[in-house]
């Protein structure tokens, strides 16, 4: 069993940047992908990005294309998200997820081990 605990979450004003932390409880992380999705109330689970285990591609969900960058630190069994030019339509919970490697990263099914979450809050 792999548990993931993210943190980093809050309320920013509109414009304004956060980054979100995603640690794995053990180094099982290796060889996954890593995801960020987000989900706001009433709405479906969104895919945010994802990325390799080795880092060398990533994926962007169209919200998070030109403002979001996923990285990962695989020696702390830590992942990140970076979120700039934050808008008040990015208020969401954002959870991280961990899953063998897939070509569909969006898709939440291919993800075997969720943390659970932490609040997005932008105001304008």
């Known amino acids: 069993q792999v548990q993931l605990v993210e943190s980093g979450g809050g309320s920013v004003q509109a414009g304004g940047s956060l980054r979100l932390s995603c640690v794995a409880s053990?180094?099982?992380?290796?060889?996954?992908?890593m995801g960020w999705f987000r989900q706001a109330p009433g709405k479906e689970r969104e895919f945010v990005a994802a990325?390799?285990?080795?880092?060398?591609?990533?994926y962007y969900g169209d919200a998070a294309k030109g403002r979001f960058t996923i990285s990962r630190d695989n020696a702390k069994n830590t992942a990140y998200l970076q979120m700039n030019s934050l808008k008040p339509g990015d208020t969401a919970v954002y959870y991280c997820?961990?899953?063998?490697?897939?070509?569909?990263?969006?898709?939440?099914?291919?993800?075997?081990?969720w943390g659970q979450g932490t609040q997005v809050t932008v105001v304008s």
């Open positions: 990325i390799t285990w080795s880092g060398g591609t990533r």
């Open positions: 997820a961990t899953g063998r490697p897939s070509s569909t990263v969006w898709d939440t099914s291919k993800y075997t081990y």
């Open positions: 053990r180094p099982t992380f290796s060889g996954y992908n």
